[in-house]
């Protein structure tokens, strides 16, 4: 069954740091998705992205992140300076454009900053 | 906006009982899509089972069943023969459909008991 890939699995970063999370969404699928969850708390909605622009962004989705599709495979999710309370799981989804409530999940990147 | 509840933080069954998990939305939309999921201490998200709002035939996926009641706004899950690989947080989740994105409750803990 096609999958989405993200890595890496878990990153440790310095507070202020830049850090990038990568994800390779299911390859027929023209929707893409950032979710976070902080550790013991329910999973929030960061930002949707369809068309090669953001298609809605929550309130968290500030300033420091950005959402890009470099190539015909990745989309990845920048974080420009990274705070403590960036510190969270965050799971890429992707759906393809007829079946839109197939989300597909990956397996997230544990961000840990120090 | 649509809100997503889930009254029982943490729930415990005998290995092998039934239990069953509750949930409540809101929304005003006429059709839609409710989902649950289950995440493992490995923290991945997998779908446990998927109700699409049109359709009055309740769910059901092997041990898995949802009791969906669109004019109660309800959408509780039921895991019948319960089994130790299905302790896991549950996540009730919302979507208008559209490629819209996804609404999680807070989750439920449930724990199976040997």
């Known amino acids: 069954e096609p999958e989405v890939t993200q890595t890496p699995s878990h990153q440790v970063t310095q507070m202020g740091q830049e850090v990038i999370l990568r994800c390779v969404p299911i390859s027929n699928h023209l929707y893409f998705y950032w979710y976070r969850q902080i550790l013991g708390q329910k999973v929030e909605f960061l930002v949707s992205?369809?068309?090669?622009?953001?298609?809605?962004k929550s309130e968290i989705f500030d300033d420091q992140f950005s959402v890009e599709r470099p190539d015909g495979s990745n989309f990845t999710l920048k974080i420009r300076s990274t705070k403590l309370e960036d510190s969270a799981m965050y799971f890429c989804?992707?759906?393809?454009?007829?079946?839109?409530?197939?989300?597909?999940f990956g397996s997230g990147t544990r961000l840990t900053v120090v | 906006a649509q809100t997503v509840t889930q009254s029982q933080p943490e729930m415990s069954v005998q290995e092998a009982e039934t239990v069953t998990l509750s949930c409540t939305y809101d929304?005003?939309?006429?059709?839609?899509?409710l989902f649950w999921y289950k995440q493992p201490p490995s923290r991945q998200m997998i779908l446990v089972i998927r109700?699409?709002?049109?359709?009055?035939q309740n769910a059901t996926e092997n041990r898995f069943s949802v009791n969906f009641q669109k004019a109660a706004k309800s959408f509780s899950l039921k895991i019948s023969d319960s089994q130790l690989g299905d302790t896991a947080m549950y996540f009730c989740?919302?979507?208008?459909?559209?490629?819209?994105?996804?609404?999680f409750g807070t989750g439920t803990r449930l724990t199976i008991i040997p």
């Open positions: 929304t005003s939309e006429n059709n839609y899509y």
């Open positions: 992205f369809y068309n090669n622009e953001i298609s809605e």
């Open positions: 989740a919302f979507t208008s459909g559209g490629n819209e994105k996804l609404t």
């Open positions: 989804a992707s759906t393809h454009a007829s079946a839109a409530f197939y989300y597909t």
């Open positions: 109700q699409e709002a049109y359709k009055q």
